[in-house]
């Protein structure tokens, strides 16, 4: 149980354009998943907090307008890359919480932008 | 501020020796501990987890961590390692209100020779 998806797990995209990602939690209900990002080499830094229902919560220093994250329903969050550039190339995690401070974390998208 | 701190950043072992993977904590409260593990270009995999009561917390893969509050430690053992837990090894505290947000610690590469 408890398992949480992501797709794509690697996507290529040319800069300029946006890219999605999504989240889903297989067989639980998550209220609340977090988007982290993830450099090469590096721990896991929080980007986002989202809630299903309401505009997500971001953490300082990261691009709401860049980085479009939506919650639209108990077991799928969506993170946009928008307008892409090279430094945005990085792993993007999410992960899903079903108890009150239990995460579950997606096997991770690796994003290139060329 | 809270914070985990992993003072390793990479450790080598042989096959079949012990490992003791170091974490501290900084958190007023009663902390929420985790250990993950993270393999290549994966996400993450939950060890184990303490939240109260016996402060030595058995986990999964031969795993185990012991809570000490009076060191604010939180460190992963293990009796005999295999060449298979090579990985990057990632210990987090969970910051109890608002969404409570999962901390990461830097992590520690574990290489592991035969």
């Known amino acids: 149980g408890a398992v949480v998806s992501q797709h794509p797990s690697w996507v290529i995209c040319k800069s300029g354009t946006s890219v999605k990602i999504e989240c889903r939690s297989l067989d639980f209900q998550a209220t609340t998943m977090f988007w982290y990002r993830q450099f090469p080499k590096q721990s896991l830094m929080l980007m986002a907090t989202?809630?299903?229902?309401?505009?997500?919560?971001?953490e300082q220093g990261v691009e709401k307008d860049k980085f479009l994250i939506n919650h639209a329903s108990l077991t799928l969050s969506t993170l946009t890359v928008t307008s892409a550039h090279p430094e945005d190339s990085s792993f993007y995690i999410c992960?899903?919480?079903?108890?009150?401070?239990?995460?579950?974390f997606g096997p991770g998208t690796r994003l290139t932008v060329t | 501020a809270q914070s985990v701190t992993q003072p390793d950043i990479h450790i080598t072992v042989s096959e079949g020796a012990s490992l003791e993977l170091r974490c501290n904590y900084s958190y007023g409260a009663t902390p929420y501990l985790f250990w993950y593990v993270q393999s290549p270009g994966q996400g993450l995999q939950l060890l184990l987890k303490?939240?109260?009561?016996?402060?030595l917390v058995q986990g999964i893969k031969g795993f185990e961590a012991e809570f000490k509050r009076s060191q604010s430690s939180f460190n992963l053992r293990k009796p005999s390692v295999h060449w298979s837990d090579a990985a990057e090894y990632f210990c987090a505290v969970v910051i109890s209100g608002g969404y409570n947000k999962l901390i990461f610690g830097a992590g520690t590469r574990l290489a592991v020779h035969p």
């Open positions: 992960s899903a919480r079903e108890l009150l401070y239990e995460q579950y």
């Open positions: 989202s809630n299903e229902g309401s505009k997500a919560t971001y």
């Open positions: 303490y939240f109260s009561g016996d402060t």
